[in-house]
């Protein structure tokens, strides 16, 4: 799929919490194009945390997933 400049101005930004991060797995198995592990399985956001608009539903059924509610996600940045 193209990404557009447009795929990214619809205000939707994440955050993982790296003091609350267990390395459970869930945000990235449901939401791989915004977020991922990093070397020890902990989650990191892609890029700077900016959701594609086609994403924001994966983005909030990962942050509704995550055990230790380590994902923020600010719906107007
Ligand atoms: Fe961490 Fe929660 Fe994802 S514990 S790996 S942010 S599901």
């Not at 990093?38 to 924001?56: F, K, L, P, S, Y």
Request: hydrophobic share 35%; aromatic share 4%.
């Amino acid at each position: 799929m193209n990404e557009t400049v447009t795929d990214y101005l619809a205000g939707m930004k994440v955050h993982v919490d790296d003091e609350r991060c267990e390395g459970h797995g869930r945000c990235y198995a449901l939401a791989p194009a915004v977020f991922e592990p990093d070397d020890i399985g902990n989650a990191q956001v892609i890029r700077d945390g900016t959701v594609a608009e086609d994403e924001h539903g994966r983005a909030r059924l990962a942050a509704a997933n995550c055990p230790e509610q380590a994902i923020t996600i600010d719906e107007d940045a």
